[in-house]
T-cell receptor, first 115, second 115 residues
Framework: TQLLEQSPQFLSIQEGENLTVYCNSS?????LQWYRQEPGEGPVLLVT?????EVKKLKRLTFQFGDARKDSSLHITAAQPGDTGLYLC???????????????FGQGTILTVHP | KAGVTQTPRYLIKTRGQQVTLSCSPI?????VSWYQQTPGQGLQFLFE???????NKGNFPGRFSGRQFSNSRSEMNVSTLELGDSALYLC??????????????FGNGTRLTVT
């Protein structure tokens, strides 16, 4: 069973600060997806990384997939109150040639950005 | 394009009762997955349906069941409700079976409270 551990569980910061959320596993994943969930809504996909060492940027958000494809990080620069939400990482396995297999989700990081 | 629609948004039930939740996927999406989300356990995979057949199943008791109709709409049923079943139930659709490199599109969930 592949497990994903996210840290920290909770993060409370002031507007303008930088932060990093980590997603770690002892297993190798074929991909890492990051989702953000706002209160009262379902998770929304932010990014998918599939190559070891890959870095993707989405405005003030930077996502990195570890070289060994066992970990990933999400860095937010100059956080804003609109970044508040639950951030979830999800690992996927390329099961042979079919690519089928359920995603494994981390427990999530609750981020609160105060004005 | 309409998103994933889940009904009802809120449900309050009593222990021992049963409940049916509904999910309409994005038009053209053939896979529907169900998740249970609680503060303590995070996002737990229940099952996935594709072409009216259950293709993947998580580690939940047999009280949790589902089905998918020919139009890809899905229902989830929980029988003999227990207090611990109180949770947000999320439905996610995708074009094909869950794959390591394809996104899940979530609905806004059904909040079930068991008293």
């Amino acid at each position: 069973t592949q497990l994903l551990e996210q840290s920290p569980q909770f993060l409370s910061i002031q507007e303008g600060e930088n932060l990093t959320v980590y997603c770690n596993s002892s297993s190798v994943f074929s991909s890492l997806q990051w989702y953000r969930q706002e209160p009262g809504e379902g998770p929304v996909l932010l990014v998918t990384v599939v190559t070891g060492g890959e870095v993707k940027k989405l405005k003030r958000l930077t996502f990195q997939f570890g070289d060994a494809r066992k970990d990933s990080s999400l860095h937010i620069t100059a956080a804003q109150p609109g970044d508040t939400g639950l951030y979830l990482c999800a690992g996927g396995i390329n099961a042979g040639g079919t690519s089928y297999g359920k995603l494994t989700f981390g427990q999530g990081t609750i981020l609160t950005v105060h004005p | 394009k309409a998103g994933v629609t889940q009904t009802p948004r809120y449900l309050i039930k009593t222990r021992g009762q049963q409940v049916t939740l509904s999910c309409s996927p994005i038009s053209g999406h053939r896979s529907v997955s169900w998740y249970q989300q609680t503060p303590g356990q995070g996002l737990q995979f229940l099952f996935e349906y594709f072409s009216e057949t259950q293709r993947n199943k998580g580690n939940f008791p047999g009280r949790f069941s589902g089905r998918q109709f020919s139009n890809s709409r899905s229902e989830m049923n929980v029988s003999t409700l227990e207090l611990g079943d109180s949770a947000l139930y999320l439905c996610a659709s995708s074009l094909v079976l869950q794959a390591y490199n394809s996104p899940l599109h979530f609905g806004n969930g059904t909040r079930l409270t068991v008293t």
